[in-house]
């Protein structure tokens, strides 16, 4: 079994940042990718960035790419979010998948472990 637990989400202001961890603890040996999700209310789960364990190999989403960095430390994934917006308003995932890797966009269907998520608000 694998365990995500996100932490460092929060209240921030237009322009500002935020950095997201993605703490995996259990059986993490085999995963192949780590992805970033977000969820706005009435939306869909967004795939916003994955990261290849193997070689750090990464994708961005468009909406995201120019602004969000992912990264890997050990068992711990970040997200580092700079000039945020309104619109990245949402509740961010973490998830896991042991089969295929990154390398396009992350779907939801794709993904079999997930955090809990962690609510991340842009607002002045």
């Known amino acids: 079994q694998v365990q995500l637990v996100e932490s460092g989400g929060g209240l921030v202001q237009p322009g500002g940042s935020l950095r997201l961890s993605c703490a995996a603890s259990?059986?993490?040996?085999?995963?192949?990718?780590i992805a970033w999700f977000r969820q706005a209310p009435g939306k869909e789960r967004e795939g916003l960035s994955c990261i290849r364990s193997s070689d750090g190999t990464t994708y961005y989403g468009d909406s995201v790419k120019g602004r969000f960095t992912i990264s890997m430390d050990k068992n711990t994934v970040y997200l580092q979010m700079n000039r945020l917006n309104p619109g990245d308003t949402a509740v961010y995932f973490c998830?896991?998948?042991?089969?295929?890797?990154?390398?396009?966009?992350?779907?939801?269907?794709?993904?079999?472990?997930w955090g809990q998520g962690t609510q991340v608000t842009v607002s002045s």
């Open positions: 998830a896991a998948r042991r089969l295929g890797d990154c390398s396009g966009a992350p779907y939801p269907v794709e993904y079999g472990y």
């Open positions: 259990g059986f993490t040996l085999d995963l192949n990718a």
